[in-house]
């Protein structure tokens, strides 16, 4: 769904494989404990806004384009 804001994602497959592959650089990063599965859930909210928090941005918890660069450039 096009309309969908940058901080809201839907169960597609590319989400998906967008949440797993930020899962997995939070883990490398010390931040995510959990299983790498692209699932949205508690563990993955946490571990976002524990990142941000540390890096002084807004900790929204929610993946956003920034979150995304962010994180691809200090992992």
Do not use: K
């Not at 497959?13 to 592959?21: G, H, Q």
């Not at 979150?67 to 200090?74: D, H, K, M, P, S």
């Amino acid at each position: 769904n096009s309309s969908l804001s940058p901080y809201c994602w839907n169960d597609s497959e590319t989400s998906r494989y967008r949440v797993a592959e930020l899962q997995r650089r939070l883990a490398r990063a010390g931040y995510y404990h959990g299983s790498i599965d692209g699932i949205m859930g508690p563990q993955t909210r946490r571990a976002i806004r524990a990142y941000e928090r540390d890096r002084n941005m807004h900790a929204y918890g929610a993946i956003d384009q920034g979150l995304l660069f962010e994180n691809r450039n200090n992992s």
